[in-house]
C-alpha cells in the first residue's frame, strides 16, 4: 500500500465517522438513549473484532489487560458523553467541538509525560476558543451555555486523555488487543449506563426507526473505520492522518445540514473554520517544513 492509498483510506474513515454524528442523532430521536447506543455498538464492535481477531485475543496477558482496561475507560468516557450531548445540541457543533481534542493532547501530554509544550499550542487554543464562542453562541446579551455543547466539550477531554494514553502508554501492546478491550469496556459500561443511570427504558424506543442506524454505527463507525484507520496509519506520516483525520467535523457538519438537521449559517462557517484552523496549526509541524525549506533552497 502506497501513501496516496493510505492518505484516501484516512479520508474515507473521516466521512464515515462524520456521518455517524447525524446517524447518532437520529438513533437518539427514535427514543433509543445513549447509554443503550453505546452498548449496542460495542457488542456489535466486540463480536467483529473477536470474528476476525480471535487468536491475537486469546493470548492476552493480565499486562494487557489493565492497559487495555484504563484505554477503555477514557474511550468510553469520550463515547458517551459526546451520545449525550448530541441529544441537545446540533450535529456540527457536536462533531466541532469534540474535535477540539486535538488541541487538548499536548496539554495533556506535557502534565502527564512532561512532553514540551510548544508556542503553537496557545496560539491554537486561542483561534479554538474564539471558535468555539462563535459557533456555540454562548455570549450573547445574557451568558448562556447549551448542555449539549458542554458534554461535547467534556468528550474532547476523554478522547484527549485516550489518544494520549495510547501514544505514550500502550506501545507493547498488539492493536487488536487493544481495541477488543475497547469495545469490551464499551459494551459493558453502556449496558451498566443504560440499567441503572438510564433506567432500562426500551418500551418506546421506535426499532423500524432505530435498527438500522445501530448496525450501521457498530459495523460502519466502529469497527470498520477504526480497522481502517489502523491499516492506514501503518502507510503514512503522523501530520498527515492528523489533518485529515480532524476532517471528520467538517464531514459532520455537511452531513447535518445534508439532512436538515439544521440551516446553513454564517455563524456554522466563521466557527467551523477558526476550529479547524486551530486543529491545522496543532498539527503541522512548521519546524519540519522550514528546515525542508532550507534543503530544498541549498540544493
Known amino acids: 500500500m502506497t501513501k496516496s492509498i493510505g492518505n484516501v483510506l484516512l479520508l474515507l474513515t473521516a466521512v464515515l465517522w462524520g456521518s455517524g454524528f447525524v446517524v447518532t442523532k437520529i438513533v437518539l430521536e427514535a427514543n433509543v438513549s445513549p447509554g443503550f447506543i453505546n452498548f449496542f455498538r460495542g ?16 493470548k492476552m496477558t493480565f499486562k494487557d489487560f489493565k492497559i487495555g482496561l484504563i484505554a477503555g475507560l477514557l474511550n468510553f468516557g469520550g463515547y458517551i458523553t459526546q451520545t449525550i450531548g448530541v441529544q441537545y445540541t446540533t450535529p456540527s457543533n457536536n462533531a ?12 495533556l501530554a506535557f502534565a502527564i509525560y512532561q512532553k514540551k509544550l510548544q508556542v503553537k499550542s496557545f496560539i491554537s487554543i486561542s483561534f479554538c476558543l474564539l471558535g468555539m464562542t462563535i459557533l456555540t453562541g454562548i455570549v450573547n446579551e445574557v451568558l448562556t451555555i447549551n448542555i449539549g455543547d458542554l458534554y ?6 476523554f478522547y484527549a486523555g485516550s489518544i494520549v494514553y495510547l501514544s505514550y502508554g500502550v506501545k507493547t501492546t498488539d492493536v487488536s488487543v487493544v481495541a477488543f478491550m475497547l ?56 501530520t498527515s492522518a492528523g489533518l485529515i483525520m480532524m476532517l471528520e467535523g467538517v ?33 503541522v509541524n512548521f519546524k519540519q517544513i522550514l528546515i525542508k525549506n532550507k534543503e530544498q533552497i541549498k540544493k
Request: charged share 5%; net charge neutral; aromatic share 18%.
Open 183 to 238: 469495545a469490551v469496556v464499551q459494551t459493558v459500561g453502556g449496558l451498566f449506563f443504560f440499567l441503572f443511570v438510564e433506567t432500562g427504558q426500551l418500551a418506546d424506543i421506535d426499532w423500524a426507526v432505530a435498527i438500522v442506524p445501530l448496525l450501521y454505527i457498530g459495523i460502519i463507525c466502529s469497527f470498520v473505520g477504526q480497522t481502517v484507520q489502523v491499516l492506514a496509519q501503518k502507510h503514512t506520516s503522523a
Open 96 to 107: 466541532f467541538i469534540s474535535a477540539t481534542y486535538v488541541v487538548i493532547v499536548p496539554f
Open 43 to 58: 457488542l456489535l464492535f466486540v463480536v467483529l473484532i473477536l470474528i476476525f481477531f480471535y487468536k491475537k485475543i486469546v
Open 251 to 283: 464531514f459532520g457538519s455537511v452531513f447535518s445540514v445534508a439532512f436538515g438537521f439544521e440551516a446553513f449559517t454564517a455563524k456554522l462557517v466563521v466557527g467551523g473554520i477558526l476550529i479547524m484552523l486551530s486543529i491545522t496549526l496543532m498539527e
Open 152 to 157: 461535547s466539550f467534556i468528550s474532547a477531554f
